[in-house]
Nanobody, 122 residues
Framework: QVQLVESGGGLVQAGGSLRLACAAS????????TGWFRQAPGKEREFVAAISWSGNSIYYADSVKGRFTISRDNAKNTVYLQMSSLKPEDAAVYYC???????????????WGQGTQVTVSS
């Protein structure tokens, strides 16, 4: 079982930036594709960004393209989500997920972190 722990969430004004981190408990995490998902109250958990194990394949939801950047440091067993130009609609609990396959669907991921709250004030 891969344990994932998100951090970096908080309250930020619209237009501001936050950097989320997802730290894994074991080195095998480095061989997994990793995705970021978010879930706002009353909403479905939605795809945000994903990165392959090598870091060479990256995918973003249309809603965050040009504003968010996903990256990983396999030596540190950590995946990051740099969020810029934040909008109130970005407010949600952000979850890190890992899978041997990866994808844009939450059903394709095997391991999940506990989530970190991102609040964006207008």
């Amino acid at each position: 079982q891969v344990q994932l722990v998100e951090s970096g969430g908080g309250l930020v004004q619209a237009g501001g930036s936050l950097r989320l981190a997802c730290a894994a408990s074991e080195r095998t995490f480095s061989s997994y594709a990793t995705g970021w998902f978010r879930q706002a109250p009353g909403k479905e958990r939605e795809f945000v960004a994903a990165i392959s194990w090598s870091g060479n394949s990256i995918y973003y939801a249309d809603s965050v393209k040009g504003r968010f950047t996903i990256s990983r440091d396999n030596a540190k067993n950590t995946v990051y989500l740099q969020m810029s130009s934040l909008k109130p609609e970005d407010a949600a609990v952000y979850y890190c997920a890992a899978s041997q396959v990866g994808g844009t669907s939450r059903f394709q991921y095997d391991y999940w972190g506990q989530g970190t709250q991102v609040t964006v004030s207008s």
